[in-house]
């Protein structure tokens, strides 16, 4: 009876001691988190969303309300006062009932684009629990960091200035949660996820039989055993085309595909996985094949299937490709743990390939392109420098779902022409860089195109590519009108809610091929005929190939 009592009194005061400002402000960013941004969500992810962005438009209430008393601005009258907050509060209240009764029309607006099925209700109740428990987390771990706060500053107060205690309080303060954050949770948690990757990595599935063919990797006379691949390179060498498949395609013999993979554990350093690569390219006779391609593979070691089985098809098996696996973590664990590593395994490896194309006959040399899919897009284009290529330029390169930190990406979408949109920008008529998506293809141009292409494969609604995290204050240009065919019209532009919005899209969002950051076989398709111009392709022959991805699945993992 007691504890009871002292709950019950313990959550009147917690609901008494809520800043009326700050609660209004927080309803009105909890009502624009439930309009939509570029990809549908589910309940419960829209839950945490709507339970951050309350926190978050919580929080900015009360500290603007802290900052205009602290400037001694001028304060209404109590009893004036209370009538604009109750206003304020009534105001918020409608919003956010006039926005839950649309919210399943918003999310309509974007499941429509995308072929999915509508919804006919957001499911309120589910919603309104998940984002209170979310806001009343962040609630008591914020109060608790001001108790803290307080405690510092007293305590400082015996030896300084009140203000200048109650800054240097702060920094103590920030340090330390600093501190427990990252060398506490974030390291076990990473230490957990690290081994579970690495157990991932190593597991070998029994469905996958080892390589009996010699120009295979991980064969009997490769140079690259088949345990050190990891689960990624074992898929990516046993997958693909065989000549049974393109024979009864084309209706003649053709040859088998090179694949050439190297994993995390097939050697020691960048250095030397970068030198077994080459061997092994040499060993099977890549460099004789027309076509080669230098793939970085995403954080796991991933390689896109829907990228990689279409221009095995569109150059009818002569076609060769290496990819070096840098990492077994996911993209965004891999981009935040160790960014230079990725980074470093593309350039070692481009320079070793590159410099050994070069020593090859002009006349009789293959093409040589590079390609990426979100993070391994991302390191790829850090591979080379132009001015190291610029006496002998390659074939060019195709990087899908650009990540928003690519440095070409950022250049070009910078630079592009007047009048184009950002979500495809023209840049210098297209004389070099070309952007499509899954609603066009690259024959967007009356200028010629040159022996050095860049493709980028970007859908409007991926936000991957598209996330900005100048969008807290500051509207992307890619809404502005004309919008990309998937993208809602319905999406409008909200400050801080609107970055976070994306920002969830990014971590925990889905869409089926063709949309977000999922890149169907027909688009790569389009993409791999615009930049490496196969011979021989009639529009039957085209017809035929579309129809036999038309069923393919790609499975993403969730990289930017």
């Not at 702060?170 to 996820?193: D, H, K, P, Q, Y």
């Not at 554990?265 to 391609?293: C, K, P, W, Y």
């Amino acid at each position: 009876m007691g504890s009871s009592r002292y709950l019950t009194n313990w959550l009147r005061a917690s609901i008494d001691s809520l800043h009326v400002f700050g609660l209004a402000v927080g309803v009105l960013f909890f009502a624009a988190s439930l309009t939509p941004s570029l990809l549908p969500r589910p309940t419960w992810i829209q839950g945490v969303l709507s339970g951050v962005v309350l926190s978050v438009g919580y929080g900015l209430g009360v500290l603007c309300v802290w900052i205009w008393k602290y400037l001694q601005f001028p304060i209404a009258s109590a009893r004036y006062s209370r009538w604009v907050l109750r206003g304020a509060i009534l105001i918020s209240v409608i919003m956010m009932a006039i926005a839950v009764w649309y919210a399943a029309t918003w999310q309509n607006s974007v499941r429509r684009l995308m072929g999915l099925e509508e919804l006919n209700s957001i499911q309120p109740l589910h919603l309104f629990s998940m984002a209170l428990a979310i806001f009343i987390v962040l609630l008591l771990l914020s109060r608790l960091f001001l108790r803290a706060f307080r405690l510092a500053s007293k305590q400082l107060e015996r030896v300084l200035q009140p203000r200048a205690a109650q800054l240097l309080g702060l920094v103590v303060c920030i340090w330390l949660l600093w501190a427990i954050s990252e060398g506490i949770i974030v390291r076990f948690a990473m230490r957990i996820v690290d081994r579970s990757f690495q157990k991932l990595d190593a597991m070998i599935d029994d469905n996958i039989a080892i390589p009996t063919n010699p120009l295979q990797t991980g064969a009997a006379e490769s140079l690259i055993s088949w345990q050190t691949l990891g689960n990624q390179g074992r898929k990516f060498i046993s997958g693909g085309p065989s000549a049974t498949d393109l024979e009864e395609f084309f209706q003649k013999p053709c040859p088998v595909p090179i694949r050439v993979y190297v994993g995390l554990n097939s050697a020691d350093t960048a250095d030397e996985r970068a030198s077994l690569a080459l061997q092994e390219m040499i060993r099977v006779g890549a460099f004789e094949r027309s076509v080669v391609l230098l793939v970085t593979p995403t954080g796991t070691g991933w390689v896109d299937p829907a990228s990689q089985n279409p221009v095995e098809y569109l150059h009818r098996g002569d076609v060769a490709t290496v990819a070096v696996q840098y990492s077994y973590l996911s993209s965004p664990l891999a981009l935040l743990t160790d960014a230079e590593q990725g980074a470093n395994m593309a350039d070692i490896l481009f320079d070793k390939i590159y410099t050994y194309w070069r020593t090859l006959p002009k006349a009789t040399r293959p093409r040589l392109y590079l390609h990426g899919l979100s993070l391994g897009s991302l390191n790829s284009d850090l591979s080379f420098q132009l001015f190291d290529i610029v006496d002998e330029p390659f074939g060019g390169a195709m990087w899908s779902g650009p990540p928003f930190l690519h440095r070409t990406w950022l250049q070009a979408t910078r630079q592009r022409d007047k009048g184009s949109p950002a979500w495809r920008p023209v840049v210098r008529n297209g004389c070099v860089i070309r952007f499509m998506n899954q609603k066009g293809d690259l024959a967007n141009s009356e200028h010629s195109w040159g022996a050095y292409r860049i493709v980028f494969l970007q859908h409007a609604s991926d936000p991957i590519t598209f996330f900005d995290p100048y969008s807290a204050w500051s509207k992307p240009d890619w809404m502005n009108e004309p919008r990309g065919q998937d993208v809602s019209s319905e999406l409008r532009w909200f400050p801080v809610v609107t970055m976070l919005q994306l920002a969830v899209d990014m971590i925990a969002g889905t869409a089926p091929p063709g949309f977000g950051h999922n890149y169907s076989p027909q688009d790569y398709i389009k993409a791999w005929i615009g930049l490496t111009e196969p011979k021989d392709w009639s529009d039957t022959d085209l017809n035929r190939l579309y129809q036999r991805f038309d069923h393919s699945t790609p499975v993403t993992d969730g990289a930017p």
